[in-house]
């Protein structure tokens, strides 16, 4: 850590420190400060920056820089418990938080709390400037209060970021208009933005930018390090004259962290989404080749890239979707799990996306472009031969086990597992396409709530039929309706088993379930070898297995069902024992009863109406 002068408020910082990210590449900062007094008896201005804890890497680095009133006495107090709080407190709110509604209710917390101190005591003693920046992803949130600023430095450009909030005339200009503590209603002005390898940050105290003009600022930035420029900017402002304590904290960007999932929220809000396309018409410079799917939601396309002939698959809104904000914000959740997965071994049986569009092209419309690989689903190859052999079958159960479990590890529940999601590609490998309702934990509320899934291959758990009986104490459950209950990894093996069946047999366990109707689970699926002699007993067991109606008796985990297939006859599963009617139907008790009864009654009516007396 590098420090000058008399006050040192940094912690937590190391120039140049690399963030090791567990899904990306490095997030790279060069964080240096320099604070002194100047001919000022004390030191008023606080500056800090602080990095993420493990498991919060998602909410990025902060830093802040604050010079306190010298009205009231209490100044340096007021900067230093504004900047200590906002730094702390920052990363105690959701990670589901937009930065600047988070950094909001922090100072505006802040604000009433030294607001109710200043009422108190007159004149006020406690108000303070605040000047601070959040480096999230690939976007950057500035917060600002007073008469310190921010400068943006980009690409041989300096860009002043904040506007001072004093009075317009130059003999009070250094009278505030705004401050933290100043009054009990504070509106803070907020800049966002993207950001660029190369970006240097700078956030200066009135005593420093009061000196320096900004084409001074750029040649003194311009140091090997930001410790040196911040330095240099602060030694430069004394030697120009400055009266005020001089404070200079400057921030270069080196690497970026892939897209967080509020960098795609803040693209799908804002890009338009494009109109319906023709075969041959052109979006962002690439070509429409063929229109693959219309969901009434979703477009898929067929693109090229005409420079490099490469083929591209590209996912884009329904223009009557183009207003629907969960839509919006549906589409953007599946493009950053994708780029999340990217870094993961789930990666090699998935499909590539695209950050960038190829030629390094400006995207003007809001869509997802993913890699295009040649073959085909499972649905369109049981489309033309109503089943599939022994052996392909067991090969597409172990890749998508595979898949499904490096998904669970990550915490992904895939949520759409079906034939026509699982693509055969001409290289041989199996992939899991569309993401799209995909958990990940960080999914809008909407969408968690959504009741999504193809009917036919949903779990009885997400239909409101649960097991009911102690398990664990060995006594008989029963299928009754209950609430229903959110997606697990559970819900992703059902699919699969499913699809298993319905890709040896031609036909669905439980037959198919139209979209407005509720799964019926009230008898056992029957074998999959009654529909297809060539399947295994082994196989059957398996089969029948992972997909019971009863939960507890399925496999609990991807590497548990995966475990079964590789072992195959050498060690079978034990055939699952059948539902007794009384599980499948409580009921049936009284309904035997009640059949019983008709028949007596039936057979006294005709004795008594029949027969001789």
């Known amino acids: 850590m ?34 002194e007094t100047g001919s000022k008896d004390i030191n008023e201005d606080f500056c ?42 920052y990363y105690g709110t959701p990670q589901t938080w937009d930065t600047t509604v988070a950094l909001d209710r922090i100072i505006s917390s802040q604000n009433a709390w030294l607001a109710g101190i200043n009422r108190r005591r007159r004149p006020a003693m406690g108000m303070t400037t605040l000047t601070a920046l959040v480096l999230r992803g690939q976007s950057y949130a500035l917060a600002h209060v007073g008469d310190s600023r921010a400068y943006l430095l980009r690409e041989g450009q300096t860009l002043q970021l904040t506007q001072d909030h004093v009075v317009n005339h130059p003999d009070f ?22 950001l660029q390898v190369g970006d240097v940050f700078v956030l200066l105290t009135d005593g420093v930018h009061g000196e320096l003009p900004e084409q001074r600022l750029k040649t003194l930035v311009r140091e090997a390090t930001a410790q040196a420029s911040s330095e240099a900017l602060v030694q430069a ?15 270069r960007v080196l690497g970026l962290l892939d897209a ?24 962002d410079g690439l070509l429409v080749q063929a229109i693959i799917a219309d969901s009434g939601i979703n477009v898929l396309y067929q693109v090229q890239d005409p420079s490099s002939k490469i083929l591209y698959a590209l996912k884009t809104l329904n223009p009557a979707r183009a207003h629907d904000p969960d839509e919006r914000a549906m589409l953007a959740h599946e493009a950053w799990l994708a780029k999340r997965m990217q870094s993961s071994r789930a990666a090699d049986h998935l499909v590539r996306v695209h950050e960038a569009v190829p030629g390094g092209r400006q995207r003007s419309f809001f869509f997802v472009l993913y890699d295009w690989h040649g073959g085909e689903t499972l649905q369109q190859q049981l489309d033309r031969v109503q089943r599939l052999g022994v052996a392909q079958v067991l090969s597409v159960g172990v890749q998508a086990l595979k898949a499904l479990g490096r998904l669970h590890r990550q915490g992904v529940i895939h949520r759409d597992i ?15 396409l569309d993401l799209g309702v995909a958990l990940s934990g960080r999914e809008p509320k909407s969408m968690r709530e959504l009741h999504a899934g193809t009917p036919s291959y949903v779990n009885p758990e997400q239909w409101g039929f649960q097991a009911r009986g102690t398990a664990g104490a060995g006594k008989a459950g029963t299928l009754t309706d209950a609430p229903q209950q959110l997606p697990d990894a559970q819900s992703d093996l059902f699919a699969l088993g499913v699809s298993l069946y319905q890709l040896l047999t031609g036909k669905l366990p439980y037959g198919e379930v139209l979209p407005y109707q509720v799964g019926r689970y009230y008898r056992d699926p029957t074998p999959a070898s009654r ?46 024992s059948a539902t007794p009617l009384m599980q499948r139907d409580p009921a049936a008790i009284w309904k035997v009863g009640l059949a019983v009864s008709v028949l007596f009654n039936l057979l006294l009516i005709y004795w008594l109406v029949f027969l001789p007396k």
């Open 2 to 35: 590098h420090q000058t002068g008399e006050n040192p408020h940094f912690w937590d910082l190391l120039p140049g420190i690399e963030i090791a990210y567990p899904w990306c590449m490095a997030f790279e900062l060069d964080i240096g400060f320099s604070s």
């Open 48 to 89: 800090a920056a602080m990095l993420p804890e493990r498991g919060q890497e998602d909410m990025g680095a902060i830093a802040a820089v604050a010079d306190g009133v010298s009205q009231g006495g209490m100044g340096k107090e007021a900067a230093q418990t504004t900047v200590v709080s906002l730094l702390r407190d």
């Open 173 to 194: 200009r250094h009278q505030l208009l705004r401050a933290v503590g100043l009054q009990d209603r504070l509106v803070v002005d907020y800049v966002q933005g993207d």
């Open 237 to 251: 402002a004394l030697k120009a004259g400055s009266r005020d304590n001089v404070t200079a904290l400057v921030v």
């Open 260 to 283: 967080t999932l509020q960098d795609e929220n803040r693209v799908a809000q804002s890009l338009p989404v494009p109109p319906l396309l023709k075969v041959g018409e052109r979006i």
């Open 418 to 432: 079906k034939p026509a999601n699982l693509h055969q590609g001409e290289d041989g490998v199996l992939r899991l």
């Open 531 to 576: 529909h297809n002699p060539e399947i295994p007993m082994w196989l059957d067991h398996v089969i029948l297995k992972s997909v019971a109606r009863d939960k507890r008796k399925r496999f609990e985990t991807a590497e548990e069902f995966l475990l079964a297939l590789e072992r195959g006859a050498s060690r079978p599963l034990s055939a699952p």
